[in-house]
């Protein structure tokens, strides 16, 4: 059996060592895109996100602003009916402001 030459089993350790490198940083590369499709997805996602979240804020917003609105008409409509004092009107205006945070800060479905 014939004794391999130690420069060609050198060399042959050296290419091993080259290709394996090679593997590496080519699984590298492959791994950095991999997570930036995934990134770039999350970040999608999260805008997304924010703008549901933006418009359900907005449809809030509109809904508590149409309430506020319907409450004001209708103690327009009691105080003129009525012949009240500063003070009732001013009780008056404390219990529907009450009543609209109240209903702004509460889960209660509209």
Same mark, same amino acid.
């Given at each position: 059996?014939?004794?391999?030459?130690?420069?060609r089993t050198?060399?042959?350790?050296?290419?091993r060592?080259?290709?394996?490198e090679?593997?590496?940083?080519?699984?590298?590369?492959a !791994?950095?895109e991999s997570?930036?499709?995934?990134? &770039?997805? $999350?970040? %999608?996602?999260r805008? /997304?996100? =924010?703008? *549901? !979240?933006?418009?359900?804020?907005?449809?809030?917003? &509109?809904? $508590?602003? %149409?309430?506020?609105a /319907?409450? =004001?008409? *209708?103690?327009?409509?009691?105080?003129?009916?009525?012949?009240?004092? $500063?003070? %009732?009107?001013?009780?008056a205006?404390?219990?529907?402001?009450?009543?609209?945070?109240?209903?702004?800060?509460?889960?209660?479905?509209?």
């Open positions: 059996m014939p004794v391999p030459e130690p420069d050198v060399a042959d350790a050296i290419d060592v080259l290709e394996t090679q593997a590496a940083a080519a699984a590298i590369l !791994a950095e997570a930036r499709t995934v990134i &770039e997805a $999350a970040r %999608a996602t805008r /997304e996100v =924010l703008e *549901r !979240a933006r418009q359900r804020v907005m449809r809030l917003h &509109e809904r $508590a602003e %149409a309430r506020l /319907e409450r =004001l008409a *209708r103690l327009d409509v009691e105080i003129a009916g009525d012949d009240c004092s $500063a003070a %009732a009107s001013a009780d205006a404390t219990g529907a402001l009450a009543a609209v945070a109240e209903r702004l800060t509460t889960d209660e479905p509209s």
